[in-house]
């Protein structure tokens, strides 16, 4: 049976074939998308201090509040009490004169004391004005000044204010 179908190869029109091959960007088009670009690229920079911002804070939290606290006791297990205020948390690393047969340090890993996130050296108080009977251990926090509501110590923490 034949077929009444006529296999005719396909034509373009060469109207539509021009237009086709044209095809691209406009120099308005590419300065629109760059255009964009820099508008999130400025406002991905501007926020990049308010994502950091957290995370220092946060690590300063824990290092005070936690990392420290295994050190500090072990060191008031082996001897007696914490460090002074005068020996402070450098008595972690080296022995206090006075101390030194019953100390059994390091108790903290380096030669030298971390600073906080702000590159300063962490406070430390024996016995703590904060934590009576015991030490405060703090970070002067973003500002670097001692003493204000950013100080970020081993205290408990105000509590929040309720609407």
Known sequence: MPSTFRSV????????RAS???RAFTLLEILVVLAI???LAGLAISNVDKIFGGAQTTTASLFVRESMKTSLTTY???????PST???IQA????????????????IEGNKVPLDPWG????YRSP??????????YSKGPDKVDGNEDDIGNWDAPAAPTK
Do not use: C, M
């Not at 396909?10 to 539509?16: A, G, V």
């Not at 300063?120 to 406070?123: A, G, L």
């Open 37 to 39: 670009i820099g508008l």
């Open 20 to 22: 086709k091959s044209r």
């Open 120 to 123: 300063e050296p962490y406070q």
């Open 86 to 88: 005068s020996d402070g």
């Open 76 to 82: 008031r297990i082996h001897v007696g009490d914490y």
């Open 9 to 16: 190869p396909f034509q373009t029109n060469p109207l539509i």
């Open 128 to 137: 703590g004005a904060k934590n009576k009977g015991s030490y405060d251990l």
């Open 92 to 107: 972690l690393i080296t022995a206090p004169a006075n101390k030194a047969d019953r100390w059994r340090g390091p108790y």
